[in-house]
């Protein structure tokens, strides 16, 4: 049986949120606004233009439509510096092995990213041969819990939402998937992730046998 796994970018394939915490952090701060790890959680699988408001909001500041954009564009050009310097070693535990068990079952794979970087990241870390279908951020026009993302992909594989699985790190991917009809797998905290079908802390804890089931489960 054929399905389609989506697999988000930021926390399950490669950790570039701690580049995302690092210039947002940056730019908070050149506003004299603290930012913590934990509103960085709240920022994932969210639109850059809404991470600048929820952190504006968080400030209680108010800047011209001129300044946002500056800041945004600011904040992107310090992410690409960061991410101009990626490479293979940045991959997270065991995500080689489990699409490579996908691919190997002839299994469709997909990325399914907010990200407007995603394809520049996934040719620094080699990744790229692996997806039959890129959606990111250039493809979407609704930021998750809207699933629009997975369904693009979901529909560019050729695959009806019931059969595709989800691999995601934030609430926001979570919902998406789940709003999709689509299995959701949380790669995280439990406690954060709790509205997923099944969690696990990372790729290591995903066994061939799980993989083989998926193949041939059915969302409830």
Not at 20 to 27: G, I, S, T
Not at 48 to 53: A, H, I, M, P, Y
Not at 156 to 171: A, H, M, Q, T
Request: glycine share 4%; aromatic share 8%.
């Amino acid at each position: 049986m054929k399905k389609a796994f989506i697999f988000d970018l930021d926390g399950v394939i490669v950790d570039t949120a701690k580049y995302h915490f690092l210039a947002w952090q940056n730019l908070a701060n050149s506003l004299g606004i603290s930012f913590s790890s934990a509103q960085n959680e709240q920022l994932k699988g969210v639109s850059r233009v809404r991470s600048l408001e929820k952190i504006l909001e968080w400030g209680n500041k108010t800047i011209s439509e001129e300044e946002f954009t500056t800041l945004m564009t600011k904040k992107n050009e310090e992410y690409l510096v960061y991410i101009s310097k990626m490479d293979t070693s940045e991959i997270l535990p065991d995500v080689p092995r489990v699409l490579d068990s996908l691919i190997s079952k002839e299994q469709a794979i997909a990325l399914g990213s907010a990200s407007k970087n995603a394809r520049v990241i996934l040719d620094k870390v080699q990744l790229t041969d692996k997806f039959q279908a890129i959606v990111d951020g250039t493809n979407v026009s609704k930021a998750k819990p809207d699933p629009e993302v997975f369904l693009i992909g979901a529909k560019e594989l050729g695959i009806s939402p019931e059969n595709c699985v989800v691999f995601e790190d934030s609430v926001a991917g979570i919902q998406a998937a789940n709003r999709a009809n689509m299995i959701s797998i949380g790669i995280g905290d439990p406690k954060v992730l709790h509205e997923a079908d099944y969690i696990f802390s990372d790729f290591t804890e995903i066994k061939e046998e799980f993989i083989n089931n998926l193949v041939s489960a059915k969302k409830v």
